[in-house]
Nanobody, 129 residues
């Protein structure tokens, strides 16, 4: 089992920056892909970004590409999401999630929430215009 705890959410003005962190505990000696999803009330949870364990490949949703950066602090079992040039439409609850990967290049849909096994409680990010 892996436990995930998000931190760093809050209220920020449009154009500003915020950094979310996700601390993982438990069976973290295994290799996990770590991802961020976000959800607005009344809408489906959507993929934001993922960082994979073998090689550190990263992927982003088109809506955040060039503005958000995902990174892993390996020795701290922490994944960060640096969010810059924030827009009002970035307002959402952001969820950290993890999926165990056993081999390099494992094939799955990393944009689908059903691909992930462990979820944090979420962190609210609110943009003020």
């Amino acid at each position: 089992q892996v436990q995930l705890v998000e931190s760093g959410g809050g209220l920020v003005q449009a154009g500003g920056s915020l950094r979310l962190s996700c601390a993982a505990s438990g069976r973290t000696h295994s290799k996990y892909a770590m991802a961020w999803f976000r959800q607005v009330v009344g809408k489906e949870r959507e993929f934001v970004s993922v960082i994979r364990p073998f090689g550190g490949d990263t992927y982003y949703a088109d809506s955040v590409k060039g503005r958000f950066t995902i990174s892993r602090e390996r020795f701290k079992n922490t994944v960060n999401l640096q969010m810059d040039s924030l827009k009002p439409e970035d307002t959402a609850v952001y969820y950290c999630t993890a999926r165990r990967e056993q081999v390099f290049g494992a094939s799955y849909d990393y944009t689908s929430q059903t691909s992930y096994n462990y979820w944090g409680q979420g962190a609210q990010v609110t943009l003020s215009s």
